[in-house]
């Protein structure tokens, strides 16, 4: 299987628990994106990475985040002290380099099957 | 910020009914990209458009994207039970190509 993994699937855990996801984007994909999705909404932007560097953070993202690519390959996203209000799918999705010049093409996201994460 | 507005949140056709949905952004995007998810699914990719007023088909899925580049489209004709799912739009902003996402309309097929 060529395409973006995650692991674990579902998650349970304790108010005040930490949890770490694991991701692993599709091969020579430069770009790396977390989101969150509740029922009902589209996904949310968390952060992504161009190779190993973090660009971008949402500003909605607390302090007890925090995702890591230290290698340019698979990332980690780690949610310290968990809350019930984290409970959510975690999305992350990769994409290649995208396509500069005048067409402005934006690259395609490719999806993982998501994390489940219910804080009790 | 930037949003992007998608409306209906739901609709419920018959099968062999038309359905469309419509997206918004409050400015000017740089594309628009569509994805569906399938229920318990992740967001799969459809289509991009890139250009001013561009329309682009897929089988019996229309997308349409506004002559001032702030809103699109997508209609299916003729829904099939394979249709189900919520049909998200994801906008890129101008500046940074970050992609900013509808709320979803979700189809459903009416028994």
């Known amino acids: 299987d060529t395409g973006v993994s995650q692991d674990p699937r579902h998650k349970i855990t304790k108010r005040g628990q930490n949890v770490t996801f694991r991701c692993d984007p599709i091969?020579?994909?430069?770009?790396l994106y977390w989101y969150r999705q509740t029922l009902g909404q589209g996904p949310e932007f968390l952060t992504y990475?161009?190779?190993?560097?973090?660009?971008?953070k949402s500003r909605l993202l607390s302090d007890r985040f925090s995702a890591e690519r230290p290698k340019g390959s698979f990332s980690t996203l780690e949610i310290q002290r968990t809350e019930q209000g984290d409970s959510a799918m975690y999305l992350c999705?990769?994409?290649?380099?995208?396509?500069?010049?005048?067409?402005?093409?934006?690259?395609?996201?490719?999806f993982g099957p998501g994390t489940r994460l219910l804080v009790l | 910020g930037q949003q992007v507005m998608q409306i209906p949140q739901y609709q419920h056709v018959q099968e062999g009914e038309d359905f469309t949905t419509y997206c918004n952004s409050s400015t000017t995007l740089s594309n628009i990209q569509w994805y569906k998810q399938r229920p318990g699914g992740h967001p799969v990719f459809l289509i991009q458009l890139v250009k001013s007023g561009e329309v682009k088909k897929q089988k019996r899925l229309t997308f349409q994207f506004g002559e001032a580049k702030k809103n699109s489209s997508l209609h299916i004709t003729a829904t099939q039970t394979t249709d189900v799912g919520t049909y998200f739009c994801a906008g890129a902003r101008s500046s940074n190509y970050q992609l900013i996402w509808g709320a979803g309309t979700k189809l459903i097929i009416k028994p």
């Open positions: 999705a990769s994409s290649p380099n995208p396509r500069w010049g005048p067409k402005k093409a934006q690259e395609t996201q490719y």
């Open positions: 990475f161009q190779n190993e560097a973090q660009l971008e």
């Open positions: 091969s020579e994909h430069n770009r």
